[in-house]
């Protein structure tokens, strides 16, 4: 009997050994790359209170998981390699979990609404890059469920996300803006480069954004309060099925669509408008929240090296505008409390010129403004790009070329060169004339005949004439030789067929206005 209690009592720490797994989110998975040079934060779930190691090729380091079985490790600072590791996971001294095809470089997390979304397969250069993918061996996207929603912060990303290896079959999926700045940082720096994939089409910042970081900015508040208003007794879970059965409508009338022109027949049918739910309707693009809970709070920490966003769009509204400012210092604050790195390099897109009723002149000026007052905060100035009546341009290779000098220069230090904007530095008001110094490292150059400028005068904005006297400044004044009060440069959403002042280096001088303070 003794030896049959004895035999029993075995069984069961072998049963409970068994159940024992170490749970890790999706973003430590096979191919993934870890940020070089940086302490490196691993994390994930085992049996209450075991002993957890973590070992990549002769760096171990153990820790313990706590009374619900969370645990994380801080790995030292590592070097940079294209050979693939494996990075192990022990718990209670035995190996739990492998992580394999594991390399060291360079981590961005990406983000932002459609233009970020918008595939290289749908953009202008994928065909080039289809075969320039080859050499791109070392370069990994992590690629997560587009529509996931979710009301609560979740610890991992969805099922089908995934770190994915770059091939001639999968690039025309990634998103064109990421794929080809990482290609850029790949070729430059000739380190392995992964990129954090997490957008969505037509969201506002409020969806990427935990509820508590949005107090204390009007807008925020307000759509939330909108949102708590609309949707009581709607629950996350409703959100998302009601999200993906709209998904599945639109690809159907997509599909329906595309097979009626080929076919030459006409198609009448009314597209799929937004879904509706205990007699509300509200786009799942401008829920509050879910979508950080969903497809940031997961990736949260995750040590990178910055950030590359391009956003603003759907922001770009009466309600919001004034507020614009403050919403988007706070989205890049809040980002990096999340990644926990307070200057954390944060790259994005200023609105490109499209023909739209919504202000985008005034947002334009008020990402400047960001990028001018928060340090490590850089704008890449597209005034000069865009297609007029289209919101998703096809320009994407210059656009992530922009981005990726940026942070080759400014991040990574590397000198590329002149790489500035000429940028509004100061206005000296002198009767029927206005002297305007920009900031710029090179001169300005004027393409074609000046156009695009305005100046008030009598409390009216008027065409003006502008010449450049110097290497860094520009003369406007008034067609009719009136005194002017102020003075502006592309104060319009379709702008790019008026885009005339460059610096010497291609670059686009970036949209302003300025009105004379009152004496």
Known sequence: MKKLIVSLIALSFVFAAAKAEITMPKIFSDNMVIQRNAPVKIWGKADPKSRVAVEIGDIRRISGADKDGFWSITLPPLFESDKPRELTVYENGKPARVIENVLVG????????????????????????????????????????????????????????????????????????????????????????????TSLGGTKMCCWLAREDMQGVD?????????????????????????????EKVAKYNKEKAEAKAAGKPFRKPAPGKFTEYGNTYSFHIIPEYLFNAKVAPLAGYTAKGFIWYQGESDSNAVDNDDFAKMFERLIESWRKYWGNDDMPFIFVQLTSYSTNNHWPETRLLQQKAAKELDDVYMAV??????????????????????????????????????????????????????????????????????????????????????????DKLEVSAKDGSNVEGVRYLWKCWAKPDACLFGQNGLPAAPFSDVKKAE
């Open 382 to 471: 597209t005034i000069d790009l865009g297609t007029e009546k289209n919101i998703h341009p096809k320009d994407k290779p210059e656009v992530a070329r922009r981005m990726a000098m940026i942070a080759l220069d400014e991040v990574y230090g590397k000198d590329m060169g002149d790489i500035s904007y000429p940028m509004l530095d100061e206005v000296s008001y002198r009767g029927a004339k206005a002297e305007l110094e920009f900031d710029l490292d090179g001169k300005l150059k004027m393409s074609g005949e000046a156009r695009g400028f305005e100046v008030l005068s009598d409390g009216i904005w008027k065409a003006a004439d502008a010449k450049i006297i110097g290497s």
């Open 219 to 247: 807008a925020f508040e307000k759509q939330i309060e909108n949102f708590d208003s609309q949707m009581i007794g709607f629950e996350g879970e409703a959100i998302k099925r009601k999200a993906a059965e709209h998904a």
């Open 106 to 197: 360079e981590v961005w997390v990406s983000g932002g609404q459609s233009n970020m979304e918008m595939t290289l397969g749908e953009s202008d250069g994928y065909q080039e890059a289809k075969s320039r993918v080859a050499k791109n061996s070392l370069f990994r996207i992590f690629e997560q469920g587009r529509i996931d929603f979710s009301k609560q912060r979740r610890w991992d990303s969805a099922p089908q996300s995934g770190w994915r290896i770059t091939s001639e079959s999968e690039i025309g999926k990634f998103s064109a803006v990421a794929y080809l700045f990482g290609e850029r940082l790949l070729n430059e720096l000739k380190v392995p480069v992964g990129i954090i994939q």
